[in-house]
């Protein structure tokens, strides 16, 4: 029998969750830089090389890899005989109980702290928990000792696009993956993992398809030796055919949306085949650690030869420098989808709640509290900045949730252009075309290199919103790529590029 004290299995989660929030896995950087050396689309390649160089620089620095700093969520597998107990003799604690308060150490840690994500009363007024909790808790109960435990901070770009389908016996799974793939846009962030869930019941093959998620990223050696399972050959055939769509990093075109394709299958019933699936995006995050009744886990040093030869700055040759305060409708018509441009200057923030309210006052023909004429706005929530940085980590959230405020806030208030992460619908290119805008993508999962090209940061409207609060940043030499120009071209896949086509 192993006796494991609680106290130590709460410290070890909280520093878990710190270390995943600033460090990739070794195989994801290895797999990263893989495709970076063989990519040769230059906007995923820049894209690619962004996300190297945050790679870096976040494990150097100890700080989020990504602003979404993620649901955290707990899968322990627990040896029935293991026992227990609390040094401090209090009553035991759940095992929720124990992961939550794991959780809530970890994202209000001062030297780190990291951006709750999780909101109650999901229905209502969705109040955000203020820690992070109530963490995610699978447990598998098994013969033996042990307790091994697998810690994920799972963003919403990845979560959101998960897909299930109950299948014919008959169909093939691959051509069903594939269906699903244009549809998911570029908002789970790729290049990342596929996960691959077959068989069992429906909520059986979502887990599945979530805990393949974080198996050895060995797609390298398996095409080497090639497949000796069917579900081998699944991986295969699916990393092939999915990047042979051209989708590319962040969407943006090139070879390597997906990194590796994992699945895991479990016995079903003869009449059919429950399939799903689940990205995994570039702010890739999860670690295991064992506890053995010694005390808390020791967690692995990261070799710094992961990042031998990555810079501390993206290549990002021939990009086009912009001073955002000298702005002009007739700048912004000079711009061309694909094209590199480096800002300088004030720029707005705003998400959902900040949209909202925006719009909503100017149907009521309130002032607002912010001059948007001229002006470009940042879809962003940044993480609490500490020491000297003007801003925490601060990447781009998905555009599409602010398709709809698009058409009244460029008519009514003269906004020139926008910054997010992934595709426009059809209704935002519209608006954009119309009023001889643009909208510009930042790249997703790179938040702290990002976050050093802010200089400067201030609330200036709707303080009560906390992260989703309007700020006003000073940039310079921040990194976009032109995603959808005035003549409302795209560059994503995911939309037409022909403005006819969007009547």
Same mark, same amino acid.
């Not at 781009?396 to 997010?420: C, H, K, N, S, W």
């Given at each position: 029998?192993?006796?494991?004290?609680?106290?130590?299995?709460? %410290?070890?989660?909280?520093?878990?969750?710190?270390?995943?929030?600033?460090?990739?896995?070794?195989?994801?950087?290895?797999?990263?830089?893989?495709?970076?050396?063989?990519?040769?689309?230059?906007?995923?390649?820049?894209?690619?090389?962004? /996300? /190297?160089?945050?790679?870096?620089?976040?494990?150097?620095?100890?700080?989020?890899?990504?602003?979404?700093?993620?649901?955290?969520?707990?899968?322990?597998?627990?040896?029935?005989?293991?026992?227990?107990?609390?040094?401090?003799?209090?009553?035991?604690?759940?095992?929720?109980?124990?992961?939550?308060?794991?959780?809530?150490?970890?994202?209000?840690?001062?030297?780190?702290? =990291?951006?709750?994500?999780?909101?109650?009363?999901? =229905? #209502?007024?969705?109040?955000?928990?203020?820690?992070?909790?109530?963490?995610?808790?699978?447990?598998?109960?098994?013969?033996?000792?042990?307790?091994?435990?697998?810690?994920?901070?799972?963003?919403?770009?990845?979560?959101?696009? $998960?897909?299930?389908?109950?299948?014919?016996?008959?169909?093939?799974?691959?051509?069903?993956?594939?269906?699903?793939?244009?549809?998911?846009?570029?908002?789970?962030?790729?290049?990342?993992?596929?996960? +691959?869930?077959?068989?069992?019941?429906?909520?059986?093959?979502?887990?599945?398809?979530?805990?393949?998620?974080?198996?050895?990223?060995?797609?390298?050696?398996?095409?080497?030796?090639?497949?000796?399972?069917?579900?081998?050959?699944?991986?295969?055939?699916?990393?092939?055919?999915?990047?042979?769509? &051209?989708?590319?990093?962040?969407?943006?075109?090139?070879?390597?949306?997906?990194?590796?394709?994992?699945?895991?299958? $479990?016995?079903?019933?003869?009449?059919?085949?429950?399939?799903?699936?689940?990205?995994?995006?570039? $702010?890739?995050?999860?670690?295991?650690?064992?506890?053995?009744?010694?005390?808390? %886990?020791?967690?692995?040093?990261?070799?710094?030869?992961?990042?031998?030869?990555?810079?501390?700055?993206?290549?990002?040759?021939? %990009?086009?420098?912009?001073?955002?305060?000298?702005?002009?409708?007739?700048?912004?018509?000079?711009?061309?989808?694909?094209?590199?441009?480096?800002?300088?200057?004030?720029?707005?923030?705003?998400?959902?709640?900040?949209?909202?309210?925006?719009?909503?006052?100017?149907?009521?023909?309130?002032?607002?509290?912010?001059?948007?004429?001229?002006?470009?706005?940042?879809?962003? !929530?940044?993480?609490?900045?500490?020491?000297?940085?003007? +801003?925490?980590?601060?990447?781009?959230?998905?555009?599409?949730?602010?398709?709809?405020?698009?058409?009244?806030?460029?008519?009514?208030?003269?906004?020139?252009?926008?910054?997010?992460?992934?595709?426009?619908?059809?209704?935002?290119?519209?608006?954009?075309?119309?009023?001889? &805008?643009?909208?510009?993508?930042?790249?997703? !999962?790179?938040?702290?290199?990002?976050?050093?090209?802010?200089?400067?940061?201030?609330?200036?409207?709707?303080?009560? /919103?906390?992260?989703?609060?309007?700020?006003?940043?000073?940039?310079?030499?921040?990194?976009?790529?032109?995603?959808?120009?005035?003549? #409302?071209?795209?560059?994503?896949?995911?939309?037409?590029?022909?403005?006819?086509?969007? $009547?």
């Amino acid at each position: 029998m192993t006796r494991i004290a609680q106290e130590d299995l709460v %410290a070890s989660l909280a520093q878990a969750f710190q270390h995943i929030s600033h460090h990739h896995p070794p195989e994801f950087v290895r797999a990263l830089r893989r495709a970076f050396d063989a990519e040769t689309h230059p906007p995923a390649r820049a894209a690619l090389s962004q /996300l /190297l160089v945050n790679s870096r620089l976040a494990a150097q620095g100890q700080r989020p890899l990504c602003q979404d700093t993620g649901v955290a969520q707990v899968f322990v597998s627990l040896g029935m005989a293991v026992q227990f107990y609390r040094r401090d003799a209090q009553p035991l604690w759940s095992l929720q109980a124990l992961a939550n308060e794991g959780v809530r150490r970890a994202y209000r840690d001062p030297d780190n702290p =990291l951006r709750a994500t999780l909101v109650a009363d999901p =229905l #209502g007024q969705r109040r955000n928990t203020g820690d992070n909790t109530p963490a995610i808790v699978q447990c598998e109960l098994v013969a033996g000792s042990g307790l091994e435990v697998l810690v994920v901070a799972k963003g919403g770009g990845g979560d959101l696009k $998960a897909r299930f389908a109950t299948l014919l016996p008959s169909d093939k799974v691959a051509d069903w993956v594939l269906s699903q793939l244009p549809g998911m846009g570029a908002g789970w962030c790729p290049p990342g993992t596929l996960g +691959v869930g077959i068989g069992g019941s429906p909520e059986q093959a979502m887990l599945l398809a979530k805990q393949a998620l974080f198996q050895p990223m060995d797609l390298a050696e398996l095409q080497a030796r090639g497949a000796h399972t069917p579900e081998e050959q699944l991986r295969l055939e699916v990393h092939a055919r999915a990047n042979a769509l &051209g989708i590319g990093a962040q969407g943006l075109g090139g070879l390597s949306a997906v990194l590796d394709v994992q699945v895991r299958s $479990a016995p079903c019933h003869a009449a059919a085949l429950q399939v799903a699936l689940i990205p995994n995006c570039a $702010a890739t995050r999860y670690l295991r650690f064992s506890l053995d009744g010694q005390g808390p %886990a020791t967690l692995p040093t990261p070799d710094p030869s992961l990042w031998a030869g990555v810079p501390e700055q993206a290549e990002l040759p021939g %990009a086009t420098r912009v001073a955002l305060d000298q702005l002009t409708p007739e700048v912004v018509a000079g711009w061309a989808i694909g094209q590199t441009l480096l800002l300088s200057g004030r720029v707005l923030t705003a998400r959902d709640a900040a949209h909202q309210r925006l719009v909503t006052q100017l149907a009521n023909g309130e002032p607002l509290p912010v001059d948007l004429r001229g002006r470009v706005i940042y879809y962003v !929530g940044p993480v609490e900045a500490v020491r000297d940085e003007a +801003v925490g980590p601060a990447g781009p959230t998905t555009a599409t949730r602010m398709d709809r405020f698009v058409e009244p806030l460029m008519a009514q208030t003269g906004l020139l252009a926008m910054i997010g992460k992934a595709e426009r619908g059809p209704q935002a290119v519209r608006a954009i075309q119309r009023h001889q &805008g643009a909208y510009l993508c930042a790249t997703g !999962g790179a938040a702290y290199l990002l976050s050093r090209a802010i200089r400067a940061a201030r609330v200036v409207a709707f303080e009560d /919103l906390g992260m989703e609060a309007i700020h006003e940043f000073e940039l310079q030499d921040f990194p976009v790529t032109v995603a959808v120009d005035s003549q #409302g071209r795209c560059l994503h896949r995911f939309g037409t590029s022909d403005p006819s086509d969007q $009547a």
